[in-house]
């Protein structure tokens, strides 16, 4: 059975940072491109970042990039996300997804195989 487990949410005041894990298992993870992937409430699922089966190449949302480093530890079976200067905007909930059928991940949310349950992410003073 594949799991994929985030983790690392919370309640953060604006411009702070914070990172996110996602930890997987029943899933060979070094062949898998992985991807996070956001929804805010009312709002449609949005690509945010991902990662090369390797770790070697990383892809971040245009909006996005600049304020956020994602990295991956295939020896851990875990993916991060570190998000910096974080406004109300990022409120949303985070997901990992995993795709077994390419080395690069896509921005389409129909290519990954298997998601984790979310971990929630809110913005406020």
């Known amino acids: 059975q594949v799991t994929l487990v985030e983790s690392g949410g919370g309640l953060v005041q604006p411009g702070a940072s914070l990172t996110l894990s996602c930890t997987a298992s029943?899933?060979?993870?070094?062949?898998?491109?992985m991807a996070w992937f956001r929804q805010a409430p009312g709002s449609k699922r949005e690509f945010v970042a991902g990662l090369s089966s390797s770790g070697l190449y990383t892809y971040y949302a245009d909006s996005l990039k600049g304020r956020l480093i994602t990295s991956r530890d295939n020896a851990k079976n875990t993916m991060y996300l570190q998000m910096n200067n974080l406004g109300p905007g990022d409120t949303a909930v985070y997901y990992c997804?995993?795709?077994?059928?390419?080395?690069?991940?896509?921005?389409?949310?129909?290519?990954?195989?298997?998601w984790g349950q979310g971990t929630q992410v809110t913005v406020a003073s």
């Open positions: 029943g899933l060979n993870f070094g062949s898998y491109a």
């Open positions: 997804a995993a795709d077994g059928d390419n080395t690069s991940p896509g921005s389409n949310s129909e290519l990954f195989d298997y």
